[in-house]
């Protein structure tokens, strides 16, 4: 059944890939992005894009010429890091254009909403963080991520179909490899292409659940028309803990070094990082039957792969 589809921050990485899927089986897509960390290379060529920015409630009346089915959100600021160091555009772009856009919703009578969520908005924990974890985001990006969720709720409450992701540390092709602050995977991939060793802020016994985009798009699209997902939030991830020196590691390998060999310096700290989490996926594989598919080392070599495509270094 083909559809009619907004996605915003669909110029971004997980965004882009979200509205490729949906443009290459026919269907209509509208990307909203302003373009602050995305790429207009990323909107598929059939998609109609308007560049403007979700926290200015003008945006809005660009798209009332069309109708849509789905509303797919992913457009916020995405870093932790940039978050702290200007809290307020996070809070515009997160909280208020996440508000923004599902009042809109709600005055175009769009009722389904798929909202990107971050697990930002847990705390600290050592096993695997279910769902009903308590919610004591560390930074003002896992705030504004969690005042997002919070007005999805609301929305919900008022007759949205709403469903949250509480997406891990998502990693793959068309990650923005320019931006350093933003992605681990891909930041030290980007070191790598640089010739440089892999920068680590922070400890190599840190740890993390990271989950390809391949995956994390199927798990988008496989709750679309699912009524039993309407009102809750998933977490999104693979439910396996890898170490920042297990990654390492592993994107070496992937990279054409020697197992053990990939160059490392490890030096400084980001201020209101987690030593680690990783997701409890019971919640998705019990309502939709739904598991990640793709191994770490699968991930690492089709974006290796890509970036070296991108970048034309192959040399190793
Ligand atoms: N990448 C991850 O590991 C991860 C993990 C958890 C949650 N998320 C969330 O997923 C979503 C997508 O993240 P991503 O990794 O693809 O990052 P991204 O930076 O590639 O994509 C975000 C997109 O939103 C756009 N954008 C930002 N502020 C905007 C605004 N005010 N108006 C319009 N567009 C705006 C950016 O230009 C960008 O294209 C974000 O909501 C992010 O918080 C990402």
Same mark, same amino acid.
């Given at each position: 059944m083909s559809g009619r589809y907004l996605v915003t921050g669909g110029a971004g990485f997980i965004g882009g890939h979200l509205a490729r899927r949906l443009a290459d089986r026919g269907d209509r897509v509208v990307v909203i992005d302003d373009l602050s960390s995305g790429l207009e290379e990323n909107? +598929?060529?059939p998609a109609r894009? !308007?560049? @403007? $920015?979700? @926290? $200015? +409630?003008?945006? =809005?009346?660009?798209?009332? $010429?069309e109708t849509f089915d789905v509303v797919f959100h992913f457009g916020a600021q995405p870093s932790a890091e940039v978050s702290t160091e200007d809290p307020l555009r996070d809070f515009d772009s997160n909280a208020r254009g996440t508000f923004l856009l599902l009042?809109? /919703? !709600?005055?175009? #009578?769009i009722r389904r909403v798929l909202h990107a969520s971050s697990m930002a908005v847990y705390g600290e924990s050592d096993g695997p963080i279910a769902e009903t974890a308590p919610l004591l985001p560390r930074s003002f990006y896992g705030t504004s991520k969690l005042a997002g969720e919070a007005y999805a709720r609301i929305f919900g409450l008022r007759g949205l179909d709403v469903t949250i992701f509480r997406m891990f540390n998502v990693y793959g092709s068309g990650q923005n490899l320019a931006n350093l602050r933003q992605g681990m995977a891909s930041i030290y991939l980007a070191y790598l292409l640089d010739d440089q060793p892999i920068h680590v802020k922070g400890s190599l016994d840190r740890f993390r659940d990271f989950v390809h985009v391949t995956d994390v798009v199927d798990a988008w699209l496989a709750t679309v028309e699912a009524p039993v997902t309407f009102g809750k939030a998933y977490n999104v991830g693979t439910g396996r803990r890898t170490t920042v020196r297990e990654l &390492? $590691?592993?994107? #070496? &390998?992937? =990279?054409?070094? +020697?197992?053990? !060999? /990939? +160059? &490392?310096?490890?030096?400084?700290?980001?201020?209101?990082d987690i030593q680690g989490n990783v997701a409890d996926m019971s919640a998705m594989q019990r309502d939709l039957g739904w598991?990640?598919? &793709?191994?770490?080392?699968?991930?690492?070599? !089709?974006?290796?792969?890509?970036?070296?495509a991108r970048t034309g270094n192959g040399a190793r």
């Open positions: 909107v +598929p060529s894009f !308007e560049r @403007a $920015d979700l @926290a $200015d +409630p003008a945006t =809005y009346e660009r798209l009332n $010429d009042r809109w /919703c !709600e005055s175009r #009578g &390492v $590691d592993a994107l #070496g &390998v992937a =990279y054409g070094f +020697p197992r053990g !060999e /990939c +160059p &490392v310096r490890v030096e400084g700290a980001t201020g209101g598991q990640s598919k &793709v191994t770490l080392e699968d991930g690492l070599a !089709e974006m290796v792969a890509w970036a070296k």
